[in-house]
């Protein structure tokens, strides 16, 4: 089974879409806190080996990656650009929970790879 966890950060809260085998199951959103995190992680761990997947913008999704980072989680970030191209066939509408369910969608569709922190480093601060 295939479980995908998209996220759409913005400055204090995350919206959460997750997916089973490409069905939407739940969707939720949490603040950007430790609170927040403690929830998302419960979700997390009720799934075996969950894909994540968020959007990489500097200022919001850094609490984010510090969180899954500190516990361990791989995830995958995709740049803004590419987003938003990958998520145009399936996104009609730009809202905040249709962002995490679209990228969850693209990595149903995509399958794009969790990278390790350092390569992320290097690609998003080198090019």
Do not use: C, W
């Not at 995908?4 to 959460?16: A, E, L, P, V, Y």
């Not at 089973?20 to 430790?34: E, L, T, Y």
């Amino acid at each position: 089974m295939e479980f995908i966890f998209g996220i759409d950060g913005s400055k204090t809260t995350s919206n959460i879409a997750i997916l089973v085998n490409g069905q939407p199951v739940k969707q939720f959103k949490i603040n950007n806190n430790a609170k927040g995190f403690e929830t998302l992680g419960k979700e997390l761990n009720s799934f075996t080996e969950p894909s994540i997947i968020f959007e990489f913008i500097v200022v919001y999704s850094r609490s984010l990656e510090n969180y899954l980072l500190q516990e361990d989680y791989q995830f995958t970030r995709i740049n803004s650009l590419r987003a938003k191209k990958d998520m145009d066939s399936f996104r009609h509408n730009k809202t905040d929970s249709l962002d995490a369910l679209g990228l969850s969608k693209a990595m149903s569709v995509h399958h794009y790879d969790p990278l390790n922190y350092l390569t992320q480093f290097i690609q998003n601060y080198m090019h």
